[in-house]
């Protein structure tokens, strides 16, 4: 069955190391994957799309990997600040003829002073 | 600046009401998408449309209907609600039919069937 795994636990980490956080799937063939910022209370808001024909994509502090022979796509936060606390969710696409999403349950990244 | 909004922050209702929730997007998008969100099973599509008076079942349809008579607008009707409806409902939006940009999230609407 098709699965989309993000850390369950929550990531703590001090303010100003880079954090990492890790999205694996299974019995998915993504064309690309996106990843988001959701803060308790309210929508998700994006943060990064790419696709399966690249690698890493960056903005300003923020670096996405994408291997699609390890399935897996790797979400860079550097300097990290207590601002950037919020839970992280990738959600997959291209997979069918229409634009959805299918996404993982999230990881949660305390980042304290 | 993009926005999407929702009819209602929060809302109680009780069994068996039929409950409209109204989604209103501003980007002149395709696309508009309903989902529910709650804890442990995260986000999860009801249903999804690509155009006006076009609708297409999500994941998880059932007990819920949709409408879409205007490009700008997608309503979210729960004929009955139950106790099991309860949950965080999430409205996006996006551009784009089958290579998709990103979704734009409305604030979403906590309802709460008693």
């Known amino acids: 069955s098709q699965k989309i795994e993000q850390n369950s636990e929550a990531l703590n980490i001090q303010e100003g190391k880079t954090a990492t956080l890790t999205c694996n799937y299974t019995?998915?063939?993504?064309?690309?994957l996106q990843w988001y910022r959701q803060d308790p209370g309210r929508g998700p808001v994006f943060l990064l799309l790419i696709r399966e024909n690249e690698k890493e994509k960056r903005k300003e502090r923020l670096k996405v990997t994408f291997d699609t022979t390890l399935k897996q796509s790797l979400f860079h936060i550097t300097a990290s600040q207590p601002a950037d606390s919020a839970t992280y969710l990738c959600a997959l696409g291209g997979q069918s003829g229409y634009s959805t999403l299918t996404f993982g349950k999230g990881t949660m990244l305390l980042v304290s002073p | 600046d993009v926005k999407v909004t929702q009819s209602s922050r929060y809302l109680v209702k009780r069994t068996g009401e039929k409950v409209f929730l109204e989604c209103v997007q501003d980007?002149?998008?395709?696309?508009m998408f309903w989902y529910r969100q709650d804890p442990g099973l995260g986000l999860r599509l009801i249903y999804f449309s690509y155009d006006v008076k076009m609708k297409e079942k999500g994941d998880i349809p059932e007990g819920y209907s949709v409408s879409r008579e205007k490009k700008e607008r997608f309503s979210l009707i729960l004929e009955s609600a139950s106790t099991n409806q309860t949950s965080m409902y999430l409205c996006?939006?996006?551009?784009?039919?089958?290579?998709?940009?990103?979704?734009?999230f409305g604030p979403g609407t906590r309802l709460t069937v008693t």
């Open positions: 019995n998915y063939s993504p064309a690309y």
């Open positions: 996006a939006s996006s551009t784009g039919l089958v290579y998709s940009y990103e979704q734009y």
């Open positions: 980007m002149d998008h395709e696309n």
